[in-house]
């Protein structure tokens, strides 16, 4: 594994101070009480951010998370009106790569817009991963994660490609927890949504020339949502790309680097003035392929057979499509991954998504070189999206046995 420089190098990663009550909507600029200089002078290094001091000092371990919220069982929030944005939560998670490659322990710090050199790898030559997973809560009051260890190992695989170090699964694992813990009042009450979890891993060293950074930082932050799609569990409406392409062949299509999203948002942005809910991507060699969704892996089922592109490089492997898949063979269904072509959408019962975000999202249309194809009757969910939906979400949310052991219980 590559090595990793000191802040001699000239990176800068703080964190300003938290300072009394925020407002719950995201901005980089500093408040119009507060003038900009002053934003300035009061950053500190990540070593020395002090927590508020109603909140404890030092270092979060996991073992001392939940004590941060012991005084509201839940946060002051409209949770039935709960949609996909950023809702600021109470910490963060931050951890610095060392000089021979490893991780520091890392620490909780407050919530808050951090500084970074202008030179920093991610901000230079997008030299970043991100991860996404969800924590539920039961109804007895304990908290569920879904699969960290995919995430986990998710993202050492993406730093290999994109020469970084990734810190261990173990750590990865518990700074997860320690977020979670730290943030529990903003875990939804049950049924009412999840906690969305960000993992980010960034080239946080300065670079002029093209290389890897000299320095790296691990950050974890939450977000209490609801439905992804506007739509909920309803029928979404896509429309065939064949003009842009989201990856190609010994790319970075494989892997959750920042990059693969920004390279999509113009393709949505169209789609979305058109009336449709998002993207499906063809594959760009035959641009004949199906690939996935702007973020969200395809299903296409017919009969008792269920089949989705095959992971070759260009697709992500999403976790939710890997449970998706594991779950639809435990209730008998044939699962194909393959090379599925766009004419199949013509004569198919019905198609789904999965993601992290969406879980299982069903297409009521997808609209192809002007042709409209309908499932379903573009009215409800299809039987078999119903069926999978059903069962991956009651394991999440801990209401039937977890027979594939894929939770994690926080008490």
Not at 164 to 180: C, G, I, L
């Amino acid at each position: 594994m590559m090595g990793c420089g000191t802040a001699s190098h000239g990176a800068l990663l703080a964190v300003v101070p938290f300072a009394g009550p925020r407002p719950r909507v995201l901005s980089l600029s500093p408040p119009p009480s507060t003038p900009a200089i002053q934003i300035h002078s009061r950053l500190y290094s990540i070593s020395q951010l002090p927590l508020p001091k109603a909140r404890g000092k030092g270092r979060c371990e996991a073992s001392l998370a939940s004590n941060y919220t012991n005084t509201s069982e839940f946060a002051d929030l409209d949770w039935e009106s709960l949609g996909f944005g950023l809702v600021e939560t109470d910490y963060m998670y931050i951890a610095k790569c060392g000089p021979d490659g490893n991780f520091d322990k890392g620490e909780m710090v407050p919530f808050g817009p951090i500084a970074m050199n202008p030179s920093s790898g991610v901000l230079n030559y997008g030299q970043g991963l991100f991860e996404g997973l969800k924590a539920y809560r039961k109804s007895d009051g304990s908290i569920l994660l879904f699969r960290p260890l995919e995430n986990a190992t998710r993202m050492q695989t993406g730093a290999e490609r994109m020469c970084m170090p990734a810190p261990p699964v173990e750590q990865f694992v518990d700074a997860v927890k320690q977020t979670v813990l730290a943030n529990k009042r903003w875990v939804p009450p049950t049924g009412k949504g999840s906690l969305y979890i960000r993992p980010l891993l960034v080239g946080s060293g300065a670079v002029l020339g093209l290389a890897p950074a000299p320095e790296y930082t691990f950050i974890i932050f939450a977000s209490p949502v609801g439905n992804y799609f506007k739509e909920g569990l309803a029928p979404i409406n896509l429309i065939v790309e064949d003009k842009f392409h989201r990856a190609t062949p010994g790319g970075t299509g494989g892997v959750k680097t920042i990059g693969n999203y920004a390279s999509v948002l113009m393709a949505q942005k169209i789609a979305k003035e058109k009336g449709y809910s998002d993207v499906l991507y063809l594959d760009a060699v035959h641009k004949k392929y199906l690939e996935e969704v702007s973020s969200c892996n395809i299903f296409v089922v017919k009969g008792n057979v269920i089949s989705t592109p095959a992971i070759k490089g260009t697709i992500l492997p999403g976790i939710t499509r890997k449970s998706i898949i594991d779950v639809a063979l435990s209730k008998g269904f044939q699962v194909e991954e393959r090379l599925v072509s766009v004419d199949e959408l013509l004569d198919a019962d019905e198609v789904f998504c999965t993601g992290t975000a969406v879980v299982v999202s069903p297409v009521g249309s997808i609209t192809y070189q002007g042709k409209r194809i309908e499932y379903a009757g573009n009215q409800g969910v299809g039987a078999v999206s119903q069926q999978l939906y059903t069962s991956l979400t009651s394991l999440q949310m801990g209401q039937e046995e977890d027979s594939m052991g894929w939770t994690v219980q926080l008490n």
